[in-house]
Every structure is written in C-alpha cells, then in structure tokens.
C-alpha cells in the first residue's frame, strides 16, 4: 500500500506532464494567432481590408507603404500625420525580420507577392486550386478572409481555414 | 522601449479621446455644410433628391459612391477592390455614422478624389448627408 502509492502518483504525473507537453505541441502546430493588436491600426488598417499582420512584411515595407498612402494601391487611403506616426511605429516594432524587397531593391507592398506567401500558397498545396485567388468567391490574394475565416482577428489557424469553391459567389 | 510603448499607447488613447470628444449628430453636419455652401451660394439649400442623383451616378470614373455603398443607405455595402463588408451609410440604420467630424471628413476626402478626382464641394456634401438622414424611409 505504502509502497504502491507514491508509484501511482508518479505515473499520474508523468501522464499529466506527458499530455501538457503534447497539447502545447499541438497549440503550436495549430493555433497561428499574429499580432495585430493595436486600436489605431484595427480600425485605420481595417476599414477597407481586414488588419493585415505586420510580422508578414519587413520594416522597410511598411515604411515605403505609410509614405504614399495617398496612392494606396489605387486608391486614397490617406491619414493625418500623427495618426500615420502612431500607426507607422506599431508596424515597425512587429515587422517581420526578414527583408521584403523585390529582386530590384524596392520594397514590396504586397505581402501576397512575397516569395514566402507564394510559397505557402502556391498551387496544388493543401487545397489551393490554381486560378482560385481570382475567382469570383475570393477575387484578390489580399482577401485573406475568404479562406481564412478569422483573418479580420489575426487567426490564420490551419483548422480555420475554409477554401471557397472555385467559382463559387461569395 | 518602455516609454516607446508609453508614448505610443498615450498617442492611442489621446487619439481615441479625441473622436469620442468630437462626436456629433447628423443635423450638425448638414448645418455645418450648408452655411459653408451658402458663402459661395447665398439661398443655398441641401436637397436630398439631389443627394441621391449625385451619391448613384458616376462622374467620369469607374466607380459611383453606390458601388461601395449600394444604391441604398441602409443596405450594407462591399468594397469594390477587397470586397469587405461596408455597415449601412445611413444614420438612421448605423448609429455610428455621421457622427464625429474626423471620420466624416477623412473618407469624404478619400471617397470623393477615389470617385471624382476632386475633393466633394460643401454643397455636395450637404446634399449627400440629407440625403442618408431621409433613410431608411
């Protein structure tokens, strides 16, 4: 009795200690939460498009991007000064680290052109269809929410993606 | 990096301070851009007729206020690029709408040089606002 229970609890430990590890293996397999989080840039950033994650562009990007805001990708999505500082600070601070210029040394604007999304969204993986970022139900890469359903709250979790059918009206 | 961060979330809130603290209702708009019309316009008054011409119609581009907005205030929209959603333009259907000068004048601003290539006239402006505070009917 005496002997047996101290056993027993040391194999309830090792299976509590054995699951913990497994579940935080999984969460980080699974849960794909990027930062977004800051007021300003929720509601400024994401008034025509959902947030877009900083971490997805290096700080030279998001630099050139606030510069001409103006002429934000066909349209004016210009701010005040401050505002533009504030928001300018946040996106440095949590940019990706990884240099995003394009192959002429201008920085990209389009995370949806830079070589790691191409990679992770290129044709036959995991469900993407070719010619499916232009279809009727998703139209632009940068609708990141048409498969990733809670991209407007930064959750890119593979379990919450849903991959529209081609062609289908959204 | 603390006071960085300090500083940054002290721009935030005094940011946000600012849009509560200005908020106003619709018929303070119109007002506002009415007596503005009336300097270059003596009698000036808004119609919401024309209001609804102008919001639907284009003028030379691609796109009219309604492709974003619909043709109908208290619809929601979609954005015509990215194809997000838009909550209704009208106040009567969106308490948030007309209602702090910052956020009014910002996407006239960008709306009218995306549609026009001009900035809106103060006469424009009133029109469109009597226009979304007859909706919805």
């Not at chain 1, 440095?92 to 240099?99: F, H, K, L, Q, T």
């Not at chain 1, 010619?131 to 609708?143: C, D, L, M, P, T």
């Amino acid at each position: 009795m005496n002997a047996r229970f101290p056993a027993r609890a040391l194999r309830t430990l090792a299976l509590v200690v054995a699951t913990g590890a497994a579940a935080a293996a999984m969460a980080d397999d699974e849960n794909k939460q990027m930062n977004i989080d800051h007021p300003v840039y929720r509601s400024e950033c994401g008034s025509c498009h959902i947030a877009f994650p900083p971490a997805l562009l290096g700080a030279n990007s998001w630099r050139a991007m606030m510069a001409g805001l103006d002429k934000h990708f066909g349209s004016d999505a210009s701010l005040d000064a401050g505002t533009a500082a504030v928001i300018t600070k946040f996106l440095v601070a949590n940019a990706g680290r990884r240099d995003t210029s394009g192959t002429d040394g201008s920085p990209q604007l389009r995370i949806s052109d830079t070589p790691w999304f191409r990679k992770e969204h290129r044709d036959g993986h995991d469900g993407i269809t070719q010619g499916i970022f232009r279809s009727e139900a998703v139209k632009s890469a940068a609708n990141c929410a048409a498969c990733h359903r809670d991209a407007g709250q930064g959750d890119y979790s593979e379990r919450n993606i849903r991959i529209p059918k081609n062609g289908a009206r959204s | 990096m603390r006071s960085h961060s300090l500083q940054t979330l002290l721009a935030a809130v005094a940011l946000i301070a600012s849009g509560f603290a200005s908020a106003e209702a619709p018929a303070d708009f119109l007002a506002r851009y009415e007596a503005e019309a009336r300097q270059s316009t003596p009698g000036f008054s808004a119609s919401a007729e024309r209001g609804e011409k102008f919001f639907t119609s284009t003028h030379g581009g691609e796109w009219s206020c309604s492709t974003c907005h619909t043709k109908n205030p208290a619809a929601r929209g979609k954005h015509a690029n990215t194809g997000k959603a838009i909550e209704p333009m009208a106040p009567g259907a969106n308490p948030e709408r007309l209602a702090s000068t910052r956020s009014v004048e910002k996407w006239f601003g960008r709306n009218c040089k995306d549609v026009l290539g001009r900035a809106c006239t103060p006469g424009e402006k009133a029109d469109v606002v009597a226009w979304l505070m007859t909706s919805p009917r």
